[in-house]
């Protein structure tokens, strides 16, 4: 099985002097993201904090899918105006 890539646009939030995009709203998107690209539910999605929404900065997140924890790869392609565009990747193996 080859890993599920997907591709998500959000908008980011100013943060001093950088825009980034906070850990709930990364959470929430990714989620919405994965729902779209996989046949069992997501009923759960951890980022270990919020992302700074530049070109190349990335996280890694886990999410539950189907009763299985999977890691997910989270990088920023694009940003544009305060939207930041995602490709996200999930890994083949779910988590031990």
């Known amino acids: 099985?080859?890993?599920?890539?997907?591709?998500?646009?959000?908008?980011?939030?100013?943060?001093?002097?950088?825009?980034?995009?906070?850990?709930?709203h990364l959470e929430r998107s990714v989620g919405q993201a994965l729902e779209r690209t996989e046949d069992e539910p997501?009923?759960?999605v951890?980022?270990?904090?919020?992302?700074?929404?530049?070109?190349a900065e990335t996280t890694r997140c886990t999410a539950t899918i189907d009763g299985d924890r999977y890691g997910v790869e989270v990088l920023i392609t694009s940003v544009d105006d305060g939207d930041a565009t995602f490709?996200?990747?999930?890994d083949v193996d779910p988590v031990s």
């Open 1 to 24: 099985m080859a890993p599920v890539l997907a591709a998500l646009v959000v908008t980011a939030c100013g943060w001093g002097d950088e825009d980034t995009v906070d850990a709930e």
């Open 42 to 44: 997501v009923t759960d």
């Open 46 to 55: 951890s980022c270990p904090g919020g992302l700074r929404a530049r070109f």
């Open 87 to 90: 490709d996200i990747e999930r």
